[in-house]
């Protein structure tokens, strides 16, 4: 239940944050919102290569058997990698997006038919510049999930070799024989 409120409210935040930017971003010529694109499209580049380091790290035997032929029945457990896909996925869309925005823009600027609605068409760039950062801020997020696996991994090995350690250390207590005198 609380899961499903913290949902509801991040998207609540992130729907007027995004209006909020369509209204407030009509004033905002296209010069300037395009060095804020390329920064994402900097950061979108960063996490997919990250991310694919980890890949690399994690699953090296993986990736090399996913480009060989198949040779027998495929492996069906994937081990986790979807949990790293996941990032480079959302970042390689957030990539496209970005680059194809810079392809097209210059070209719509030229068009005369748009002129007249340059000052709505500045608010929706700006509103699609804030869904892409939210998107990406949230990609950035997922892209620390594995870091936070193996971090619990290593933490719930080290507890299990303390208590081991701890069992160990008292089953070598012998107690002294009562003396009788």
């Known amino acids: 239940m609380k899961k499903t409120a913290l949902k509801c409210l991040a998207w609540g935040m992130s729907i007027a944050l995004v209006a909020t930017a369509i209204v407030l971003g009509r004033g905002v010529p296209f ?7 390329e920064a994402l499209r900097t950061t979108a580049s960063i996490i997919f290569a ?7 790290i994690i699953y090296p035997e993986r990736l090399r058997m996913s480009f060989q032929k ?21 970042s390689t869309a957030i990539l496209c997006i970005i680059l194809f925005i810079g392809m097209v823009a210059p070209l719509l600027k030229r068009l005369d038919l748009l002129l ?15 869904s892409l950062t939210l998107w990406q801020r949230w990609t950035v997020v997922l892209s620390f999930v594995p870091a936070d696996i193996v971090k619990s991994h290593t933490d719930s090995e080290k507890q299990h070799l ?20």
């Open 50 to 56: 990250v991310v694919g380091a980890w890949l690399a």
């Open 116 to 130: 007249p609605h340059t000052v709505p068409l500045r608010g929706v760039s700006y509103g699609v510049l804030a």
């Open 70 to 90: 198949a040779e027998g029945a495929p492996v069906s457990s994937n081990g986790g990698m979807n949990t790293l896909f996941t990032p480079i996925v959302h």
């Open 162 to 181: 303390e208590t081991t350690e701890g069992y160990k250390n008292q089953s070598n207590y012998v107690p002294r024989p009562k003396d009788d005198s």
């Open 31 to 37: 010069s300037e919102q395009w060095p804020l694109f």
